[in-house]
């Protein structure tokens, strides 16, 4: 699973994420584990792929070359963009915890985000100083970053309005205003198609400049799978699809979840021809992050 798909996998947590907090169906335990030890397993691989790319880069005796390039640019754009999926997933967990009064999710959840913001940190330290990246892929990437950054509050902002989630916004007061914007929309005539058009914009936002590689293609369906198994079925039925068959693909079976995600993706874009009267919110890069 290419990291582009976890990007569009924490747009649906996001906008799920209020109804799976308020179910009474509680969050399976299996699915919080295979979650942690998932992306545990993912920040030991990045760990150890910073780690031999910085000594590599630095040693006379073993040059990179095109192949580890290309790898290293892949898994520094998907510790980036991976950052999303956390941040998302950690404040669906934490507000589900709050909700009802329990410590059994956030811990978790906080640990995976931890691990992440130091992988986070090693990135931005190999962009400012590190060996073998040059000015030009610096600069790709740091835009990456900043497009990143913003996609991430505002997806925190569809939480913001119930819970006090602020704390995993990158900027808070961005995440503020996203989340201002978003309870307008949602007062406003038709404005449940705003969410077609919101993830019309991130495939967007996504679609060109990443690397075709996917360096842990494993552990991201693994996340992916983990983070799925957590909704119950019933909150997805409104969505059209059948209970038996939710289940069936939730058999932890990860080379089938990109699959699932399209189509709960296909089922979310409909109706698409009544979108027109949100159009002009595409045209607002600062806070849809194009």
């Known amino acids: 699973m290419h990291a582009r798909e976890l990007l569009e996998l924490a747009a649906l947590a996001a906008v799920h994420g209020p109804a799976l907090i308020l179910s009474r169906e509680p969050i399976p335990a299996d699915a919080i584990e295979a979650y942690w030890t998932a992306s545990k397993s993912r920040l030991d691989r990045w760990g150890r792929t910073l780690k031999s790319y910085a000594s590599r880069a630095t040693s006379a005796e073993q040059p990179l070359g095109h192949a580890d390039q290309e790898t290293i640019r ?138 075709p590689l996917t360096p842990n293609a494993d552990l991201n369906a693994a996340i992916a799978s983990s983070v799925l198994s957590a909704f119950p079925p019933s909150l997805f039925d409104s969505t059209g699809l059948m209970r038996s068959t939710w289940l069936l693909r939730m058999s932890r079976v990860t080379s089938d979840t990109q699959g699932m995600i399209e189509q709960l993706l296909a089922l979310e874009e409909k109706p698409s021809a009544e979108n027109a009267d949100f159009r002009h919110l595409a045209s607002r890069p600062r806070r849809f992050g194009r």
């Open 74 to 211: 892949a898994t520094l754009e998907e510790i980036l963009t991976g950052e999303v999926l956390t941040r998302a997933w950690t404040s669906v967990l934490c507000a589900y915890d709050r909700c009802r009064g329990s410590d059994q999710m956030e811990p978790i959840a906080r640990s995976v985000l931890i691990g992440h913001l130091e992988a986070r940190h090693r990135v931005l330290t190999l962009l400012v100083s590190g060996p073998g990246i040059d000015a030009e892929q610096a600069v790709k990437l740091n835009r990456l970053r900043r497009r990143t950054e913003r996609w991430a509050d505002m997806l925190v902002s569809y939480l913001a309005g119930c819970y006090d989630i602020s704390e995993f916004a990158i900027d808070p007061e961005r995440a503020k205003e996203f989340a201002e914007d978003l309870d307008v929309q949602r007062k406003s005539p038709g404005g449940r198609y705003a969410w077609p058009l919101v993830l019309a914009s991130l495939r967007a936002a996504f679609q060109t400049g990443l690397s």
